[in-house]
């Protein structure tokens, strides 16, 4: 694998634009949810505060990473190379970044006026809160539907921009829902409304899978190269279908059993481990997913499926210090064992 | 539905089927288990349809 300086540039700002869409729409399911129900406002208001730190986060690096590639990686240069041959794909790239200056202008403006009232007027923030969540929403799905830009609309476009698009769903979404998950460490409290959530956050994560298949019948005939690559590819979104179907109705069914009293409650203890290693399992598939998607390897299926193997039980080692750090002394730990 | 001893749901059936069913096109992708693969991804959308439908039903 050759690093290439523009396109680890460009995955970044993939995640950190897939990971700001999808604080911007689920951001935005919340506020709609706490207003119907009003028992629970306090609870809500911290989660949305939680998600609008994501957004701020991840919507701050975004910008930074877009300004740098967009000044000094993928400035425009059509006029300037006239004549000259270009990679087509580059020439997309770079009038995608054209295109979405106007938004991302548009973006940055309503951003300082979302970080001004988060900080400064968060009783005004939390009444506007659903209104910037949708708006910043719709501007991030339009930046990050074309990021690739051909000029016109025919299935290749289509295809970019189901294959961005649905990042927002599926790999942002399971970020979210990790960052979530671990929000609950310490925040006993929140535990009932963010566990009842997560169903809804694996809707979106199986549209978001769906878009991507869709997306692919849209170029299928062309892009149907057998490589190490594909079955690599394709034996990790199957992994990621099978992990999905454990994650979805078990694991959520664990996480609601939990918070029930321990003597009425259905779910053996050996289920965490399974839980924690479904988990790894999911976020490292994802990442992988969008690593192999940025990259060209010259190596084979089984190098490549052994450093997957690797970093899923690195994924997992992470994961138990973090437990065992907010674990120690906590309610949680109580609640989880 | 009762697989090998589990209670499944229809989602979960689908979504096992589309899982495994990708697994087992790979090796002959290139022929036969080209049709497979296809058959893969229209179980993974019935699986999302009755995935969606189940998690309406029970909020």
């Known amino acids: 694998m050759e690093f290439n300086l523009p396109d680890f540039i460009r995955l970044l700002i993939q995640l950190c634009l897939a990971v700001a869409g999808a604080s911007a729409f689920w951001g935005y399911v919340l506020t709609q949810k706490a207003k119907r129900n009003p028992d629970h406002q306090g609870e809500y208001k911290s989660i949305v505060e939680i998600v609008a730190k994501i957004f701020a986060f991840s919507s701050a690096l975004f910008l930074l990473f877009w300004g740098f590639a967009s000044f000094f990686i993928f400035q425009a240069i059509s006029f300037a190379h006239e004549g000259i041959k270009l990679d087509p794909t580059n020439e997309y790239i770079r009038a995608g970044f054209s295109v979405n200056l106007f938004f991302v202008a548009i973006l940055s403006i309503i951003f300082l006026f979302f970080i001004n009232y988060f900080i400064f007027h968060k009783t005004k923030f939390h009444k506007l809160a659903p209104k910037f969540f949708f708006v910043q929403f719709l501007l991030i799905a339009i930046i990050i539907s074309i990021q690739v830009w051909k000029g016109f609309f025919d299935k290749e476009q289509f295809f970019f921009i189901l294959h961005n698009f649905h990042s927002i769903f599926t790999l942002a979404s399971v970020v979210l829902i990790d960052i979530l998950y671990m929000v609950t460490f310490k925040r006993n409290a929140l535990k009932p409304i963010i566990y009842n959530f997560f169903p809804w956050i694996s809707v979106g994560i199986w549209i978001g899978l769906g878009l991507d298949f869709a997306s692919v019948f849209l170029i299928l005939p062309e892009a149907f190269i057998l490589s190490p690559q594909f079955f690599f590819s394709q034996t990790i979104v199957a992994i990621i279908i099978l992990n999905g179907t454990l994650l979805s109705n078990r694991v959520n069914n664990y996480l609601l059993d939990s918070l029930k009293p321990v003597e009425v409650r259905q779910f053996k203890v050996s289920f965490k481990k399974i839980f924690h290693w479904s988990g790894s399992i999911s976020i490292v598939s994802w990442l992988t997913i969008y690593f192999v998607d940025f990259f060209e390897f010259n190596v084979s299926f089984l190098v490549l499926f052994s450093a997957y193997l690797t970093f899923i039980f690195l994924a997992r080692v992470v994961h138990e210090i973090i437990n065992r750090k907010f674990l120690e002394n906590s309610f949680t730990k109580e609640i989880l064992n | ?59």
């Not at chain 2, 229809?10 to 497979?36: C, D, R």
Request: glycine share 10%; no cysteine.
């Open chain 2, 1 to 59: 539905m009762k697989i090998l001893g589990f209670r499944l749901k229809i989602y979960e059936v689908s979504f096992l089927l589309s899982g495994l069913a990708i697994l087992i096109s790979l090796p002959w992708i290139g022929g036969s288990g080209y049709n497979l693969w296809i058959f893969a991804k229209i179980a993974y959308f019935i699986g999302v349809v009755f995935f969606i439908s189940d998690v309406m039903r029970v909020k």
